[in-house]
């Protein structure tokens, strides 16, 4: 922001001011790898909104977490806590999973506390991305039973959190919505893919490889329609790689890395 003896001097010279800065680019992540999650059947994914975020008792954190996803450095005198919060998220879409119209989800949080008292929060789990309320985004989470009589647990694993400086404008939640569908069916296919690899690698040759190699071959060729052709470069980057591999093993290539 320009201050007022700067703006005097510019106007006398004649200058016109300087425009505006640029926003910073975004610290939150875009993509997350969470395909490995996938073979368990006891994780969801869904996109919805967070809602008021209750934390339990708060536990000095000593050895804080490495700072992640870009986030600045932690100003002198900052105070790190590790506490276990929930919150209940209201589900918009489900991708995959449970179906309720709202999910309590278990969230394990380092919380930093600056010297003037903000406080910025980040998952302890998974992908470490920051987390507040009323927080749209997409949700990454796995059930567990809870204590006795408690009922079962959703713990949040990830989360891609929505960021109005990249998807600005009226559309904007809808465009995230759209990426974070693209985003799941990625891992979706890359879980697939590597599933069936698996499994060739593990037959025994004559017909039950080749029962497995008819199972990657269809596998390779369910390859899901994007809602965006802007995000294909999330196949070139996580799953061509998967594809190359598994032309390999139809092509009667190296099965098993002993």
Do not use: Y
């Amino acid at each position: 922001m320009l201050t007022v003896l700067t703006a005097f001097v510019l106007a006398a010279s004649g200058q016109d001011p300087p425009p505006p800065a640029e926003p910073q680019p975004t610290t939150q992540p875009r993509f997350v790898d969470f395909s490995a999650d996938l073979d368990r059947a006891s994780v969801s994914v869904h996109l919805g909104r967070l809602g008021k975020l209750t934390e339990g008792t708060r536990q000095p954190l000593p050895d804080r977490k490495p700072a992640r996803l870009g986030s600045h450095p932690a100003v002198s005198g900052t105070q790190f806590f590790k506490v276990e919060a929930t919150s209940v998220m209201k589900v918009q879409r489900v991708l995959r999973g449970i179906k309720p119209g709202a999910v309590k989800l278990t969230i394990e949080l380092q919380v930093a506390r600056a010297p003037d008292g903000a406080e910025r929060r980040q998952l302890l789990t998974g992908n470490g991305a920051d987390v507040g309320e009323d927080m749209f985004g997409l949700f990454v989470f796995e059930q567990f039973d809870g204590p006795l009589f408690a009922g079962p647990v959703q713990r949040l694993l990830h989360t891609i959190p929505f960021d109005p400086r990249v998807d600005t404008g009226a559309d904007g939640e809808r465009v995230f919505a759209e990426r974070m569908h693209d985003v799941f069916w990625v891992n979706e296919h890359m879980a697939a893919l590597r599933r069936a690899i698996t499994a060739v690698d593990a037959a025994q040759d004559g017909e039950p490889r080749a029962k497995a190699q008819a199972e990657l071959r269809q596998r390779v060729a369910a390859r899901p329609k994007l809602k965006s052709s802007e995000n294909e470069p999330l196949f070139v980057q996580h799953v061509v790689p998967l594809e190359r591999t598994a032309a390999q093993r139809l092509d009667g290539g190296a099965r098993r890395d002993k």
